[in-house]
């Protein structure tokens, strides 16, 4: 059977094959990725490695792990110092690379410094490790424990996503960029079309790419709710990886991650990494590119897109401003900065009732950036200086919104109380259309920006129809059935800052005990109040969307919640739960019918309802409610085997044992 790009690169990194067997979509896999990128959750994952080997654990492959801590580098507290000392010794006795504080964005860095190249397999923990595909490679996002689980053994496991295609058309206008491309894809075509999916980048638009614009691109597929986002490997990406091996040979590095010879073999081999013309595919989408004007999206939802012509017209003044994070913060990104300014005249200054933050995404950028006068023209117009880190944009540092404050940014995410207080408002832009309204002081397009055209594109269905799902054998230990009250938050796109909030994400200290107290505060905060142990949570589409924090899926089940049950689930938050022994199931009909159940309360705001009692029969795929019975894919042996193990700590550990 023919396979896609991405198909063939799942080959090359799955162990465990038969002979002649060839991978496709809906398979589950044992992989082996060329490398597993950690960054601050290195201090949790540690614990986790240390439990299913033992205290003397050695890791499998020293050269497989990156650690780069980049989150909450302006925390100066003694305890946060020494978690990061902890880090550093483990990454130092291991052999492991490590960069420290302030080195930069561990995805920037992982790119930047050649851990990425064409073909590979890279995983982070970390949702936006979809920014690998921009370097060819199958990028994808793992969660803490699969992390511990290849640091112990070299592997985990992964099912291969449904495939789908994008083919760009036409060539970008002047003033529109790879942030306003992601945008609209995220806005027009905003119906969970690539949701859980692989998507592969094709046709003549790619080629007039930048890379950064590719980077940008395959970063926020996250936020389109796709697993990976991957670009060809063309004349574009072979000549910015050869500029990348010549600045390594002027670095004199003796182990440089590869050379110019290396990057021509690749070349020459890149015929494997092509899809086979008769590929199999779920979707085509089409977008031209030269219809994509500058959109903003916003406020608080990635998905909700504006023209820049509207917006612009109804004068939303702005508190703050950000040129950050590991989407929109490479040179590219503040030469075009500069170039606003310079616009309006050398001494132009940001609006005095405006703060304007700026990090590069590493060092050498921000270096970089200096040399050619870029920084040092945003700092002379009053621009607040910030190491390179993720800062504000996971809401921590300097220069979070305050409540009532409304902020723009050039960040990925703006999900409500994820920039600092959830009684603020955050829209997202281009970089240049953030310098424009950090300067008027509010939401404003650049001079010469391209005028608003109707964007053209498509979406063409190819997928089969799904098979019934049978009666499903139950592994010894899985419960057969589950009774619960039905606790129904009616919500699409809850997002993990909302199921776990980011003032408590990355303290360590905190056990899984103590976790459930802190379960939805964001979201809710009356949801502490009305749920009771036992409880079966039913959510709505794109359920736990965002972030790969584990604590989303733990704190539910420490709050004494049984299951999830949502319309459907981001696959990031699905494999989190099930590598903790925390069940999730997709049931998209019950969800409806609770929605027209509960209509009342939820036009009255309520945002947890306590419903009727439910029985979900795993042995035959559905639920029970009012009578009725609703249907659900079935648990693979893969899942059960997780729950019965209690997670994939335990599951590893065991396997281990057993040599």
């Known amino acids: 059977m023919p396979q896609t790009a991405i198909e063939k690169i799942v080959q090359r990194y799955a162990v465990g094959l038969g002979d002649g067997q060839r991978v496709h979509a809906g398979d589950y896999v044992t992989i082996r990725p060329k490398h597993i990128m950690t960054h601050d959750n290195t201090g949790a994952v540690i614990p986790k490695f240390r439990s299913i080997t033992g205290e003397n654990g050695r890791i499998k492959d020293p050269a497989q792990p990156v650690f780069g801590m980049d989150h909450d580098i302006q925390n100066k507290t003694p305890e946060h110092l020494a978690k990061y000392g902890k880090i550093r010794t483990f990454a130092e006795r291991n052999g492991i690379a490590y960069y420290p504080p302030g080195r930069g964005i561990a995805h920037q860095i992982m790119v930047e410094q050649g851990y990425v190249i064409p073909g590979s397999m890279v995983v982070g923990s970390d949702s936006h490790s979809n920014i690998y595909g921009a370097i060819g490679a199958v990028g994808t996002p793992v969660v803490r424990t699969d992390a511990a689980a290849i640091w112990a053994t070299g592997q985990t496991w992964w099912q291969i996503p449904p495939q789908i295609r994008v083919e760009f058309t036409g060539k970008l206008r002047p003033g529109v960029t790879g942030k306003d491309v992601i945008i609209t894809l995220c806005g027009y075509f905003a119906n969970d079309e690539v949701l859980n999916a692989a998507v592969e980048f094709h046709g003549p638009g790619v080629e007039t790419l930048t890379i950064e614009d590719r980077l940008t691109i395959s970063n926020m597929t996250t936020e389109w709710g796709a697993l990976v986002g991957m670009f060809p490997f063309d004349q574009k990406l072979k000549a910015y990886l050869i500029e990348r091996a010549e600045h390594f040979a002027a670095q004199s590095k003796e182990s440089a991650a590869y050379n110019a010879s290396d990057v021509e073999q690749w070349w020459k081999d890149r015929h494997i990494l092509e899809p086979d013309t008769d590929a199999v595919y779920e979707k085509v989408l089409t977008l031209d590119l030269s219809t994509i004007s500058a959109h903003v999206s916003g406020p608080n939802s990635v998905k909700v897109m504006h023209s820049l012509d509207d917006i612009a017209r109804q004068h939303i003044k702005i508190h703050k401003a950000y040129l950050m994070s590991c989407v929109n913060a490479r040179l590219g990104d503040f030469r075009e900065a500069s170039r606003v300014l310079d616009e309006h005249g050398s001494d132009a200054k940001i609006n005095p009732a405006v703060k304007l933050y700026i990090a590069a995404a590493s060092s050498e950028i921000e270096s970089e950036a200096k040399e050619l006068g870029y920084w040092n023209r945003l700092v002379k117009a009053g621009a607040i200086e910030l190491p390179p880190g993720c800062g504000a944009c996971i809401g921590l540092g300097a220069g979070t919104l305050e409540p009532g404050e409304v902020g723009i940014s050039a960040t990925n995410r703006n999900f409500q109380g994820r920039m600092g207080s959830r009684e603020a408002l955050c829209y997202l832009a281009s970089p240049a259309v953030v310098i424009e309204s950090a300067i008027r002081g509010e939401i404003a397009p650049p001079e010469h920006m391209a005028s608003m055209v109707p964007t053209v594109g498509s979406c063409t269905v190819l997928e089969r129809d799904p098979k019934p799902a049978g009666k499903q054998q139950i592994l010894d230990g899985f419960p057969a059935e589950l009774t619960g009250r039905v606790l129904y938050l009616p919500e699409d796109n809850l997002n993990t800052d909302g199921i776990y909030g980011k003032d408590v994400t990355y303290r ?92 009342e309360a939820v036009a009255s705001g309520t945002r947890t309802i306590p419903g009727p009692e439910i029985v979900v029969d795993f042995q035959h795929s559905q639920v029970s409610c009012d009578g009725q019975v609703f249907p659900f894919g079935a648990l693979s042996t893969t899942a059960q085997e997780l729950i019965v193990a209690g997670g994939c700590e335990n599951l590893v550990r065991k396997r281990l044992n057993e040599g």
Do not use: W
Request: hydrophobic share 40%; with cysteine; net charge negative.
């Open 508 to 599: 360590d200290e905190i056990t899984f005990e103590q976790q459930g107290q802190y379960a939805m505060l964001n979201y809710d905060p009356e949801f502490q109040n009305i749920a009771k142990r036992g409880d079966i949570l039913v959510g709505g589409r794109n359920f736990g969307t965002g972030s790969s924090r584990e604590q989303a899926a733990t704190a539910l089940a420490s709050r004494g919640i049984q299951m999830v049950i949502a319309a459907t689930a981001g696959q990031t938050y699905k494999r989190n739960a099930f590598n903790n022994g925390f069940i999730v199931v997709e049931c998209p009909a019950l969800v409806d019918h609770l929605a027209e159940l509960e209509k």
